[in-house]
């Protein structure tokens, strides 16, 4: 499909640039089967669910991996952490911005530690290494919240504690994502008590959200664009829960893209009954003509135009469905993207 087919206008103003308390977004319920458009409070997301639905979200926590350093020239330089290369953690491959400032064989300081740019590769991407290991203890001191470019924040700046606090899940555990996973943001540990008390059981996985997030499609057709591949981990637990939903018939409500093709990819492995935790690596793109075999419900955030995950939620919704609903959306003020409005396609 083309690209452009994905295409709309945004107001800047729709942008949510600031974390707001958790639970009092507004919600959009949009009907799949029949296009039909309800306008909710998040607070009301639970009353949404039917008593049996199984409630699948993602766990991993945000790494701070925005760092502010100072080139040889004493000119500040951003290099935003993708993945350890190593063990020690001592190199890393990351994105760096303005580039010019982190050419191979430079030296970046940041504070108490420094780094030396290895490799620049045909994507831009670097290898670092720096002069001891990068921690999570490190990142706490050093990093910054990894937040999205359209978030407006001034560079180098101390990180708002909102910010840190907003741009994590209530329920996070494993710090190997670069980005937040959206839709869990709105949660309170309120919301899952009220979950429990109308039967609705609560299971996890973990998708280390990665670059591919970031990057662009900048092919003309859906079909010339590749995902890179993230890691997921699905717990033995949630394997058995996700099995007996399938043999009951009832409902897997999803929490987000990165859920969805977490579980779609995992629908397409060879089936194992060993009843161990599972581990694999996913580049699923889903777009347009998807067999959803697993996802019954989404809950998720308004994303980027031309964007991979609103491909995802058009092939999930319906393409017109879904731009409709984004209209309507924009027409009445929802606010979109990480820290905006939610909407649940069921």
């Not at 995992?266 to 089936?271: G, I, S, T, Y």
């Not at 161990?276 to 690596?281: G, V």
């Amino acid at each position: 499909m083309l690209v452009d087919l994905f295409d709309y206008d945004l107001p800047a103003e729709r942008i949510a640039q600031e974390p707001r308390p958790r639970g009092t977004s507004r919600l959009l319920a949009l009907d799949r089967a029949t296009g039909a458009i309800a306008h909710r409070r998040f607070s009301e997301f639970p009353d949404l669910l039917r008593p049996g639905d199984l409630l699948v979200r993602n766990d991993v926590r945000v790494r701070n991996t925005r760092l502010y350093g100072r080139d040889e020239k004493d000119r500040i330089v951003e290099i935003f952490l993708l993945s350890p290369l190593d063990t020690e953690r001592r190199t890393w491959r990351a994105l760096a911005k303005p580039g010019r400032r982190a050419r191979r064989d430079g030296t970046i300081r940041f504070g108490e530690v420094t780094a030396t740019v290895r490799e620049v590769d045909d994507e831009s991407r670097r290898v670092v290494r720096f002069d001891r290991p990068v921690d999570e203890e490190l990142l706490g001191r050093i990093g910054h919240v990894p937040l999205p470019p359209y978030i407006r924040r001034e560079a180098g700046a101390e990180d708002r504690k909102e910010d840190r606090d907003g741009y994590q899940t209530v329920y996070a555990r494993e710090p190997l994502a670069v980005a937040a996973p959206t839709a869990g943001l709105h949660f309170t540990e309120e919301t899952f008590g009220e979950l429990a008390a109308r039967g609705i059981e609560v299971a996890d996985l973990t998708l280390a959200v990665g670059a591919a997030t970031f990057k662009p499609v900048r092919a003309l057709e859906t079909s010339r664009h590749r995902l890179e591949a993230e890691e997921v981990l699905l717990p033995a637990t949630t394997i058995r829960r996700l099995r007996a939903q399938r043999e009951s018939g009832r409902r897997v409500v999803a929490v987000g893209t990165t859920v969805t093709r977490a579980l779609e990819a995992w629908a397409r492995l060879p089936e194992s009954g060993a009843g161990e935790d599972l581990r694999f690596s996913t580049d699923l793109f889903i777009t347009p003509g998807f067999e959803f075999r697993v996802v019954g419900a989404l809950l998720t955030n308004f994303h980027l135009p031309r964007s991979t995950l609103l491909m995802l939620v058009s092939a999930f919704a319906g393409r017109e469905n879904a731009l409709r609903a984004y209209e309507e959306a924009i027409r009445l003020g929802y606010l979109f993207y990480s820290f905006g409005d939610a909407m649940l396609i069921a």
